[in-house]
C-alpha cells in the first residue's frame, strides 16, 4: 500500500530550481510532521527541512535562504521549492510524515525522488 508519494525531482543545472511535492493517503490523518530528508549513498540520511503542525519551520543551514517547505493540511501534502540549487545537493530525496491512521500513530515515508545538480 502506497501511502506517500513523491514526485517533481530530475535533472538541473547549478543555480537553477525544483520543486518537490509529496501527498499523503487519504487515510492519514492528524499528521503533526512533514519533512524532507536527503541521502548520498554511502552517507546518512539527513533531515533538510520540516514543518510541523504547531509552531515554525526549521531548515538545515546548507539550505538556508535557498530552500523553502510548506503543506497544504487539506491535501495532505508537503512541497519543497528548491532555489539556487548547487552540486552539493544532489541526492535522494525523501518525504517524511509522523501521521494516524486506523492503526495508530506511525513514521512515514515516501519512495524517493533522485535530484541531480549538474551542468
Known amino acids: 500500500q502506497v501511502q506517500l508519494v513523491e514526485s517533481g525531482g530530475g535533472l538541473v543545472r547549478p543555480g537553477g530550481s525544483l520543486r518537490l511535492s509529496c501527498a499523503a493517503s487519504a487515510s492519514i490523518h492528524s499528521i503533526y510532521t512533514m519533512a524532507w530528508y536527503r541521502q548520498v549513498p554511502g552517507n546518512e540520511r539527513e533531515l533538510v527541512a520540516k514543518f510541523p503542525l504547531i509552531g515554525g519551520v526549521s531548515y538545515e543551514d546548507s539550505v538556508k535562504g535557498r530552500f523553502t517547505i510548506s503543506r497544504d493540511n487539506a491535501k495532505n501534502s508537503v512541497y519543497l521549492q528548491m532555489n539556487n540549487l548547487q552540486p552539493d545537493d544532489t541526492a535522494v530525496y525523501y518525504c517524511?510524515?509522523?501521521?494516524?491512521?486506523?492503526?495508530?500513530?506511525?513514521?512515514?515515508w515516501g519512495q524517493g525522488t533522485q535530484v541531480t545538480v549538474s551542468s
Open positions: 517524511y510524515m509522523y501521521g494516524r491512521s486506523t492503526a495508530g500513530f506511525k513514521h512515514y
